[in-house]
């Protein structure tokens, strides 16, 4: 996706949504589990003829069964690192329909191929300077995905490291309105008040995110500090 994110974990699921938010979540559940279904029976369908793009298909979703969470759990929900593979269905996909255009319209084939080479190459050079730099990546996606709990809490540790507590404390509140039972949240927020030398209030928040988390490592490191 255009609007891909480098990373979400669990905590992105938990948002509270209100009644109205509810039915279009819903309504978008449907609808996509109804376009998941008829994508599947339309690639066993090609399969069966031998077709290259039900081939394409079915490695899309087989390729990406691993980090679904339907097998077993790892985690995060979504990141681009996990679309790598699965995308090779994709290009295969892409590459046949190109060629069928190749069959009647072969300049037009040769245009469409080359500007899609072209936006892909194009997009991949701008968004590679967002990794030249973790400040950079964290900025960016914190700034892109404002409702993200996980970019949320980098942004709050970056700042928090940078020395402007001002900016990490607005930023983990953030991350707490929309998931407060998040205890990577109430760590940042436990360094947060170390940081200002509020040590009952850190322990506090602390033993909060412990409720939440038991098996926190990080949390029970500082805890234990």
Same mark, same amino acid.
């Given at each position: ?67 679904? @969470? ?76 404002? @409702? ?5 809490? @980098? ?43 509020? @040590? ?26």
């Amino acid at each position: 996706p255009l609007a891909e994110t480098t990373e979400a974990g669990p905590e992105q699921a938990k948002v509270e949504l209100r009644p109205p938010q509810q039915v279009v979540v819903r309504h978008k559940l449907l609808c996509a589990l109804g376009l998941f279904g008829a994508i599947l029976l339309l690639a066993f369908t090609a399969l069966r003829s031998r077709s290259v793009y039900g081939f394409g298909l079915i490695w899309f979703f087989i390729a990406f069964l691993p980090t679904a @969470n339907i097998v077993f759990p790892i985690g995060t929900i979504f990141g681009e690192r996990l679309a790598y593979t699965p995308s090779a269905g994709g290009v295969l996909l892409l590459a046949w329909i190109f060629s069928l255009i190749a069959t009647r319209y072969p300049r037009t084939a040769s245009i469409s191929a080359l500007m899609t080479f072209l936006f892909f190459l194009s997009s991949t050079i701008l968004y590679q300077g967002v990794w030249q730099s973790q400040e950079a990546l964290i900025e960016r996606q914190a700034a892109r995905f404002p @409702n993200s709990v996980k970019m949320a809490v @980098n942004l709050a540790t970056l700042r928090i490291h940078q020395g402007h507590f001002d900016i990490a404390e607005e930023a983990i509140e953030r991350a707490l309105s929309f998931y407060p039972a998040s205890a990577d949240a109430l760590l940042v927020r436990a360094r947060l008040y170390s940081h200002r030398g509020e @040590n009952d209030r850190a322990k506090m928040t602390l033993e909060e995110a412990l409720r939440y988390e038991p098996l926190h490592l990080e949390a029970l490191d500082m805890f234990a500090r």
